[in-house]
Structures are given as C-alpha cells and as structure tokens.
C-alpha cells in the first residue's frame, strides 16, 4: 500500500511538473454516452497543456456538455433527443426480451443495425453543414482525436486529411486488430460476442473459427450506412478497412490483468483503467449511508450510466436478493422503486462511483460489466458481480470471471436466489477477494499512467504530423503476398519440378543400364548360338 | 530542442525523487563483451534503487570489472583470457578471409559454433563450481536477470526456479520472438542474415521464408553444447525454447525508428537507446582536436570496443579514404599505424564516443554497426557510413541504410574510393542528415526514458514473482491446435461430409422421381396398349 502512495505521488508530481507541451491544435471527435466519459479526461488536460482544443459536438448529444477546459464546436442535427433515446432503449429492449434461438440473434442484429444507422444519422448532418465544414477546413488542425464506434471521426479525418488518433475500447468485431494488420489466431484469441477465454475446447475453438470468419461480414453491416457516406464524401469506394487502418495511433482502453494475452503493433497504446480517478472524499449523504453500514459495510449497484431502468419483474428478483445480504446495498437507480425494496437497500438517481468502491467498506459491485466500471472495480479492488446486457459486456463479465475476480449472472434467466447465492460468494468467499486484489496490484503497476501515456501520443502525433515510423509494411501486401501463399506455390512448383527432372533422370539411367545389359545379354546370347 | 531539453528535465527531475523502489534481492547473469555496457547501466540503477544486486561473473572475462554500485560474485573458470581472446579473433577473421561461396558460410558457421562453444564453456564452469552454486542456492533471490545470449542465465535461472527478465538484443535467429509466441509473417519480417529490409521483391520473400525454416536449425546447432550441459544440470531433455520460454519479461533493445515494424507480445519492452548516454564535456585533450577542426568539424570512427585492429592492407585503404576529406577524422584504433596515415587522421587507443557524436561539430559516424554505436548516431543525429563485421551488424547496417540515414560498404570488397565516396556523400548531401534528425526527434520524443523502463520491469518482476498475467495461452497448445489445422480438418470433414449427403439425397431423389416417372409412363403406355 505504501508503494502504491508513493507510486502515486510521483505521478501526481509528474502531472504538476511543467510539461513540454507547446500549442499544437487538435480536432476531437468524440462519440457521445459513455465512451466519452474516459475521453474528456484526455481532452481536457491536452487543453490545461496548453493546447488549442476543439471538440466537435451535434447539438444534441447524450452525457456531453459544454465546458470551459476546452473550446465546442456545435453543428445542426435533424434528430431528437427522444428520437436518440428510442433507438438505444429499443436496442437495449432487444437484449432482454428472451426470444428463442435463432429469432433473439436476429432480434439483436436489427437493433445493432438501428442503432448504429441512427447515431450515424448524426455524422450525415455534419457532412450536410456546410458552414461546420468549412470551419474546419480553416482551421488548420494538426491532428484528429476520435472514437471511432460511429465512424464518424475517421471519415471527417481522411476528409480533411488529417492525421488521426484512435481512442477506443474496440468494434464489435477484431477490426480493430484487423485494420492494423495485428495477428489474431483463433485458436487463443477469444472473438466478440463468444464469451470464449483465452483457452478453448476444441468446440469452442471450431465456434471462434467460424466467428472469425462471420464477424466482417456483420460489422460491415453495422457500418454500411456510415460506408455510403464516406464513399459519397471521399469520392471512391471505401471498405471500413480503408477508412481505419491509417490512425497513426490506437489508444486503446486495454489491460493485460483484464484482456487475454495476445500478439499487439507497435503503434497500439494501452490505456485500461485511464478512467480509474484519484479517490475523492464522499459526499456528506453517502459518507453516513456508508457510516451507518456497520462492520458488514456496503454494496454498490450500477448498470451504468446508459441503463438506468429495467422491467419491474427484474427489479423486484433484484430487490428480493439484495434483502438477503446483511450488507448496505446502494443502487443506482431510476425507474419506479420496485414495492418490495427492502430496508437495507438504498435507491439513488446518482452516486459517486469510484469513490464508493475506493471506500475500505466496499464489499462488493453489482455491474453491468460495461469497461469503465470494471476497471473501476480493479483499481479499487472490489470483487464482482456481473450483469452482463449488450455489446462487450457479456465478454467482459466473462474475463472477470475467468480471473476468478467476480460471478456473471444471466440477466435473462437469473433468479433471486441466483442473485442472492452470487452476492454472497463474492462477499464471503475469500478467494474472490484476493484474487481481485492481486488483478489490481498488478494493474496499478505500471511506470506511467495511462492518462499520461494517452496524452503523450496524442501529442507526439501532433507534434510529428502523425507515426510513420509504427505503421508495418504489411499494408503493401495483399492477402495472397501476406500469407506468402505464392511464395508456397512457388517451391512446391520448383519442388515437383525437381522431384519430376529427378524420376526422370533415374528413369532414363535405368532404361539406358537395363537396354545396355538387355543389348548385352542378346549380344552373348547370339555370340554362343 | 527547448521541447526535447524539457522533457529530459522532467525525466531527470524523476530519476531524482525518491523512487517506489524497496529491497528486494536480484541475480545478475550478464554476457561478458560489448552485451554488458548497456546492462550495467541497469544494474547500477537497480543498486541505487536500495535493491541488493548480486553479478554472477567468471573469473576472467571481458570488459567487466567488480564495482562499488554492486556485488560481484565471482566462479573460478578454466579458461584463459587468452582463449577467449583467441576464439574471438578467429571469428572475426573468418568474417575477413574472403573465401568463395559456399565455403565462406561454411567456414563463418564453424567460427560461430566454436566462439559459442568456448564462451558457453565457463557455463560450464560455473556448474562444475558446487560453492558457487551452494552460495546461490543459499541467497534467496527474488528473481534473475539475464543476457541469454550464451544461455547460461536462462539455464540457471531454470536450475534455481526463479523467475528471469532478459535483457537482449536478439538471438542469431528469430527465437527470441518464437518462444514467448510471437508472429512473425516471414511476408514482412526480414530474417537476420538475410540482410533484406521490410519490403521485399518475390524472390527476397523466398529466400526469406527459406531462411525462416532453416534458421531454427542454425541456432540449434550454436546451441548444442548449451542444451546438453541444460539437460544434465536439469535432469531432462531441453529444447531451446523449453530453456527461454518461461521468461517474464523480454526487454528488447528495439526501437521502431531502427528496427522495422512487426507484430509484439505485451510482455516484450522496447529500450532501444538504452545505452545512450547525457552528454558530457570532452576531455581536454579531445575537446582542442575538435576546436582546431575549423568550420569542416570531425568525423568519428570506431569499429566498437571488440575490435580495434584489422588486416593493415584494409587499414591503408581506409587511411587513404580518410585523407580525401576536410574533415578532421578520430579513429579508434590500437593496431600498428598505417604507414600512409593523413595528417587530417588522429589514431587514438580510445575516445568518448557518445560526447564526441553529441558536439554540434560532429558530421559523421564511421562505424562497425553494433546496435549500441548505432544507436548513438541515433540519439545524437549523426550520419554514418556503416562497415559491419559479424552478426547482426550487416543487418542493423542495412535499417539504418533503408532510412536514408547512412551507406553501408562491404568490408571485403570495399576500395579507397568507395569509402571517400560513401563518407563525403553522407557529409555533404543534405538528406542522410534531415534523415537522421527525423530519427532522432521521434526515437527521443517517448513518454519514459528506456533505462527507467528497465528498472520498472525488473522490479515489477521481483514485487510479483514474475509477470504470469502477460504470458499468452498459445503456451499450452501445439502446433497443429496453434494453427488451427485440427479446426480446419473438421471443418473439411463437415463440410465435405454434407455434400456427400446432399448429394446422396438428391441422386436418390432423382431416382425415386425418374423411377416414378418411368413406372408411371410404362403403366400409362400398358394402359393404351
């Protein structure tokens, strides 16, 4: 512990230092809801560091505001804010309705496809304001800054043809790996949506082939409205590939106590648990719910800062299991307050998150398994459970688990019990604990802190008008050369070839030997007649 | 420059705090020879880290001297100096004998087995010595870093089941990246000897891809007294990769900017320019021959701290090279004078390398292309006209040629008037220097100085045993399940299988319709009959 202070002291006196930074200007693209969060961090001290920092924003956004650290940029949207809310509380209607295999797949398929194309409406309106672009077009930036999930912010950066860095937890399929020509082999490298770990039976390695070989396929679905507008924009047919693979950086919010080991390209950063913040005293209100817990201490209930309402049936299973646990339980929470709450349950509309996990009476997280809170959940050590909804989080809740740091639950089917049984594991059972505890002393190890790391890129992208210099040759390959298939073809022809002059050679040795001896022995044979 | 001056402030002001660091108890198995300068440094930070450093070191050896910064443990070793010395010398006379092909590969191959095999014979020595090895038993190690270049570190680190950190620049194959499971596409990845850069013509790629199967069959056979002696001390056969596999941390004097972009592994640490030094006033002496070069400046030569003598016919030719330029020209050289040695040329038996290619009078860099040389031309953006001798220098040679910012000269072939050219050229066009410069800000702009990286890593590996989170799960396949062939044997079999039955049906199909169809015309024709 007193390492982890010292460790923090000395970055906390980095931060203060005076940096090098000097004036460069960056456009930042952000996507709006969650990921953002983790992102304005960045923006902001590249701002305090003396950067010019403009942060394109439509008009109507989710968990995005305007700030005073650094300088918006708003553009006209066609949509509603409800229209925004519908989409996403339809997709995440299609996560929970339970239909029966195949119909829930393609249930969910159609909601990822709306959605996307609706938050992707969003980035037409943008290419439709001619007064934004030509704003941007004067503005003489020297680098993009973007989340690339809606894809937006790569197509405005090959737009402007600006060198661009990635900041992001990943697509929905290995593109992000893809696209910088990083080797992923699907005989240890779990794909999206297959709650595979890193070590497969042989069924689950025959299933994560087969993923590998399908994910393309839908995430060009997901994507294929933003691939028409790119292609109109940039006036050639692009593939999502072409759009992607020049980031000269990609900050990714990765960590090997969490993700599964697995080759990497010099030009990817990893930043996972940048989000995590320094601990900040609670507010008064929480400080005596926490107080008044006892020596059982609390739990802390979030699905995130996107789901903040599920069925009554649910939350009523919910409420059921979290009375049997001797535990303070606070839940985040904003829909109706389910008529069976018990009295140690405590629903709030908003709480300190990381400040209440950092808390010594923390005993356990109820989660959504969505990346920030997990990370949260590491930093502070905090054993889990895992209510995984949609997009990464199953695959999250399953790394998690597979750490031995946590339980997943299954929204659909869990049962109060299994909710309750769940809670107490984690709580009582000791190896959840220190099994959690050892995931963030090695987490928190690290020479540099993310934040520093990821604004140390972002500048020195700025600063060299991108990272040449990290981008492998093996985007001058094509498939065929990449695989060095007509390298193979090549020796097997000159192996047959050989092997061919080699039987032939032998033949006509042996034809000429054996006529010779035949001619030989007819001679004698006349000679003696 | 005031960004770069900055920035070395802040690393220096960090190097300055009181560090996380907290006695732990480290084994230092170095390679003797030019390996261990860039180690040493290390091991003395680690020592002022409050660390207890204990170097294991051979009686005799090569520039390695007991210090006050750490304890030396020294094991009594059959061999002389001048063994060593004399193994060595045949191995770089083998480089300059000239002779025809393929007995040239022949003769270098041999030399290469036998300086191995000399050097690994203090190992062997080591083994032999029971209180050397009661002493180590006894000391209770947090963890051991190694050189594996000879492969006595990894051997003992196996024999006394610590966990091992490697401090390397490769082996004479691409092992160092086959055994902690890396990819590396012989399509883009050029093999050492091969002297190909990352972009290779077809033919390049099949002397690359042979050179890929045969490689691991070269380095087996450097390796072979190292295995046997590994296999006796551990009661079991070894393989190479079983020796190094388990290594916790690579740390790899790579950097992007020199080495060509490839995939990595995430417990592989890049501190390429480790070695270079923060520049210091010259000595006297040194400083008046830099003052009185005039406006023309110097060049400085050096073939690196092994060799420092060449046949005297080579010796003339470059003296006479030397002389067409204004420049004043420092050779380090402790051979016999050349008779026709320029009055522009001054011999000395050493020099400050790094301070002289830091003075803003230093136009060129002469040298051998060791990675540590060259990566103070780097640092200090110096243009160099490279004459490799063994190794991976012809190699290094050729990345720093590829970038423009030097011309590589074949020692053996190489005229008087080659080296004029070659040094008047990276002199006088202005591109090898803009070229360098280029290198230089990007290799220096890093979020941590690579020498605090070491340490980090070092310590990381004594806090926690190890760095097990970072080792990937392809450890526990084979080779077919790695490269999914199993997978696709299946698939195949599915595949063809439900052709076949396809098939099947509808062959039957057919006939049961044509069969019905005939029946049913024969009938209707009974009928008319």
């Given at each position: 512990m007193a390492r982890r202070l010292c460790c923090a002291w000395i970055f906390l006196l980095l931060l203060l230092l005076?940096?090098?930074?000097a004036g460069g200007k960056l456009l930042v693209v952000p996507m709006v809801g969650s990921h953002w969060l983790s992102m304005q961090e960045v923006v902001e001290k590249l701002s305090q560091r003396g950067h010019e920092v403009v942060v394109l924003m439509p008009e109507v956004s989710w968990h995005m505001k305007a700030s005073q650290a650094y300088e918006v940029l708003t553009y006209p949207v066609t949509q509603t804010l409800e229209e925004l809310d519908g989409a996403f509380n339809d997709f995440v209607a299609a996560h929970l309705r339970g239909l029966p295999f195949p119909q829930n797949i393609l249930d969910i398929y159609k909601s990822y496809v709306h959605v996307f194309n609706t938050f992707f409406g969003q980035c037409k309106d943008l290419f439709r304001s001619q007064e934004t672009l030509k704003a941007l077009n004067q503005s003489g930036f020297d680098a993009l800054l973007t989340d690339p999930f809606f894809m937006c912010g790569a197509t405005l950066a090959n737009y402007l043809s600006l060198p661009f860095v990635f900041f992001m937890r990943g697509f929905g399929c290995d593109l992000h790996f893809k696209a910088p020509q990083c080797p992923s082999p699907p005989s240890y490298v779990p794909r999206v949506?297959?709650?595979?770990?890193?070590?497969?039976?042989f069924f689950q390695r025959v299933e994560n082939a087969l993923m590998s070989l399908l994910e393309h396929k839908y995430c060009d679905g997901f994507y294929s409205e933003a691939l028409k507008l790119s292609s109109e924009v940039l006036q050639r047919d692009v593939s999502f590939i072409d759009l992607v693979h020049s980031a000269s950086i990609w900050l990714m919010r990765f960590d090997f106590v969490f993700e599964y080991v697995r080759p990497v390209m010099p030009n990817m950063v990893f930043i996972g648990g940048?989000?995590?913040?320094k601990k900040k005293p609670l507010p008064q209100e929480f400080e005596a719910i926490v107080n008044a817990s006892g020596e059982h201490g609390i739990v802390v209930f979030s699905l995130g800062s996107m789901v903040s309402e599920i069925p009554m049936k649910k939350a009523m299973e919910i409420a059921d299991a979290l009375g049997t646990v001797p535990q303070t339980v606070l839940w985040r929470y904003t829909g109706p307050t389910p008529p069976n709450l018990p009295q140690n349950v405590k629903l709030v509309k908003w709480l300190p998150q990381n400040d209440l996990l950092a808390?010594?009476?923390?005993?356990a997280f109820i989660t959504h398994g969505g990346s920030h809170g997990i990370y949260e959940g590491i930093c502070n050590a905090v054993p889990m459970v895992l209510m995984p909804l949609f997009g990464d989080q199953m695959d999250n809740a399953k790394r998690v688990e597979s750490r031995g740091a946590g339980l997943t639950l299954n929204i659909l089917e869990m049962t109060s019990q299994d909710i309750s049984t769940a809670l107490r594991t984690v709580i009582n059972d000791k190896t959840y604990k220190e099994n959690i505890q050892r995931l963030s002393d090695l987490h928190l190890d690290?020479?540099?802190h993310p934040l520093d790391l990821a604004v140390h890129w972002v500048e020195f992208v700025m600063r060299h008008k991108g990272a040449p210099h990290l981008r492998p040759a093996a985007h001058d390959l094509n498939w065929v050369q990449y695989h060095s298939l007509d390298v193979l073809a090549f020796l097997l022809f000159v192996l047959l070839l050989s092997l061919f002059i080699s039987f032939k050679c032998c033949l006509c040795c042996c034809r000429r030997f054996c006529g010779k001896k035949g001619r030989t022995k007819k001679a004698a044979k006349s000679k003696t007649h």
């Open positions: 005076p940096g090098p930074a949506f297959t709650f595979n770990s890193d070590r497969m039976t940048i989000n995590c913040a808390h010594p009476k923390t005993r690290r020479p540099i």
